[in-house]
């Protein structure tokens, strides 16, 4: 089966500990996106990678680090830095026009 | 000022009567439209990709349409089971991939 992973699907975390999503992807896709998605709002790109070892940052990039050492993985670590991390966060996959999403992790920080 | 707006926010619906939801854009330069279906907790599933005015695509019950300021997504003849979110994202000419998207039209169909 093709797809995208993520895991875990919920996460909690206390407040000051960095965190880190994973996403998975054997679609064979060059490109690979990380989104946030919270009440109320549209999703909002954190970080983007159109190839290894290469990666932007996107609209809300502060407190988030990332790394695209392999083509099939894009992990996301959310640092203690990140003011309101508490949120729902999806990967995304791409080898043309159409993202395909993964089922998402939902982190909560207290 | 947003880019995307999509409206209404939430519709709700009986079985059979069939609506549409909009979703307007202020981008530049388009260089493709995304309708996606999202489930409460769940990824957003792709639905269709429109590139140009007057493009149409249709899947089952549903309908997207393109024109050069907004889209539509169609539904004709709803069931409980098209319950979801809909979110409508556009890509840019000239951008990396990047989609911009919209807030989501929440849909409730009530048997």
């Known amino acids: 089966d093709g797809g995208i992973t993520q895991s875990p699907k919920y996460l909690f975390r206390k407040e000051g500990q960095n965190v880190t999503l994973s996403c998975e992807q054997n679609?064979?896709?060059?490109?690979m996106y990380w989104y946030r998605q919270d009440p109320g709002q549209g999703l909002r790109l954190i970080y983007y990678s159109q190839i290894v070892n290469d990666f932007q940052k996107g609209d809300i990039a502060e407190g988030y680090s990332v790394s695209r050492e392999k083509k099939e993985s894009f992990p996301l670590t959310v640092t203690s830095a990140q003011k309101n991390p508490t949120a729902f966060y999806l990967c995304a996959s791409s080898n043309s026009y159409e993202q395909y999403f993964g089922p998402g992790t939902r982190l909560t920080v207290t | 000022e947003d880019q995307v707006t999509q409206s209404p926010e939430a519709l709700r619906l009986q079985e059979g009567e069939s609506s549409s939801l909009n979703c307007s854009y202020t981008v530049s330069g388009l260089r493709g439209l995304f309708w996606y279906r999202q489930d409460p907790g769940k990824g957003p599933e792709f639905l269709f990709t429109?590139?140009?005015a007057g493009e149409e695509k249709e899947k089952e019950r549903l309908k997207a349409t393109l024109t050069k300021k907004e889209s539509f997504l169609h539904i004709t003849a709803p069931k409980p089971e098209d319950s979801a979110t809909y979110l409508c994202?556009?890509?840019?000419?000239?951008?990396?991939?990047?989609?911009?998207f919209g807030k989501g039209t929440k849909l409730s169909v009530k048997p």
């Open positions: 994202a556009v890509q840019e000419r000239g951008s990396q991939g990047n989609l911009i």
């Open positions: 679609l064979n896709h060059d490109a």
């Open positions: 429109l590139y140009s």
